[in-house]
């Protein structure tokens, strides 16, 4: 893991810390990335409680609670569906806040409307919604890594805008 991410880790963990709440993930193309890249830190179990690698839909639907009208009519790599993986993990688990990513990494999958590198991420939590879909380029590695950093990220700004900081 990077520097970068690990100092996003421990800003996250802090905040979170500070007042007693907790996250999960959901992800689909990172793999289980996303929720390693918390790993490392000893005791990262006072806030995080858990991932769902939803890769295949019929655990986002399953698991997580995705509807079959929104991946048939919004696909799997949609705003629409990364918030109800967001929702899901965080019901599921029963977290204060769950953050989610699903995309096409590639090589293959992309199509002119979601080419290869769309990714679309969600973050949940008290009282905050917030959706956002991306367009990265490289390699299957390169865009898995960019997710992870992004998501990293997003999910501290919305918790640093949560909380003020």
């Not at 709440?21 to 996303?34: D, N, P």
């Not at 918390?38 to 986002?60: C, E, H, I, P, Q």
């Not at 995705?66 to 929702?87: D, F, N, Y």
């Amino acid at each position: 893991m990077s520097l970068s991410n690990r100092v996003l880790v421990e800003s996250i963990i802090t905040n979170l810390e500070k007042v007693e709440q907790t996250f999960s993930i959901a992800e689909s193309c990172t793999c289980g990335m996303l929720t390693s890249a918390f790993a490392y830190r000893s005791g990262v179990s006072k806030t995080f409680l858990g991932g769902v690698v939803s890769y295949a839909n019929s655990v986002k639907q399953e698991v997580l609670g995705v509807s079959q009208t929104t991946l048939e009519t919004r696909g799997a790599v949609s705003k629409e569906t990364a918030m109800e993986m967001a929702k899901g993990a965080k019901q599921k688990l029963n977290s204060d806040w769950s953050v989610s990513v699903t995309g096409i990494a590639g090589p293959t999958g992309g199509s002119q409307e979601k080419p290869v590198g769309t990714v679309c991420f969600a973050v949940v939590g008290p009282n905050i919604e917030e959706v956002r879909r991306e367009n990265f380029q490289g390699d299957r590695q390169a865009i898995q890594n960019i997710t992870v950093d992004y998501a990293l990220r997003f999910l501290l700004e919305t918790t640093n805008k949560k909380f003020n900081h």
